[in-house]
């Protein structure tokens, strides 16, 4: 017998209990790592140390926090890995959040908010102005819905793309086993039909009503280094399972891994 996890894992997930107790094979990430990759901040800076293309961001906590903002390392995949200590997000609270430390650290508007832990598009905004910002800090943080703290990213004006990617293995395809010894990726998949400059979330806007299998009729050489880095940033996580990453266009042409 086979359980295919597909719902939301966390460390001592009770699936892993009824596993182990029944000997029911199990498909889907390991719970453990899902918790410690689902923080945003933490998988963002561990990407970069790659030097895989990231969105420029920091951290706004809540005036009460006292806690770090980043996962405890529990995952076996980060072991090979040196300086994790130095994943140290770029911080600031709340009551410390001014126009002249925006202007220090080189944030210019629009910019995109959303929570550190979340799913799909619940909870993110695009947000224009400062004003703005601390509002949305203080409904965020009045509703503890997602902790302490939120993450404030650049806004990616370009196309956007989200991209599959599969774990090594055998697979039949178009009715021939292949042995695929990397991890890899489907072709691009291109969402339009954003809200104010943001995908809606799947459970608003069915996917298939705002999504297309990508054209290949420009950008060719981007879109294929962002499915790499996205083959590259699947085997970094050492993900067991299909993963979707989305990416999107800076002002510049380059794409940039996003979520």
Known sequence: EVLWANTVLFKNHPVE???KEHNIGFIGQLPDDVQTYDDKCFT???LKKYNLSLPLSFIIQSSTSTSSTTSSITSSSLS?????EELSPTTISINSLDQTWLKSH???FPVVAKPIRGRGSQGVEKISTYDELVDYAHRMFQTGDYGNALMVEEYLSGDEFTV???????YLINGQYVEKSKHWALKAVQRVAHHNGIA????VVSVVNNSFLWKGDSNVG???AMLRECEQAAAIIASRNVIRIDC????????????
């Open 106 to 108: 080189h944030v210019s």
């Open 222 to 224: 981007e879109v294929e």
């Open 17 to 19: 209990k009824i596993c």
């Open 200 to 203: 809606p979330y799947n459970g």
């Open 248 to 259: 999107r266009m800076n002002n510049k042409g380059l794409p940039v891994l996003f979520d």
């Open 80 to 84: 090979d890995i040196s300086n994790l």
């Open 164 to 170: 599959s990617v599969f774990p090594p293995g055998k």
């Open 44 to 46: 963002n800076l561990l």
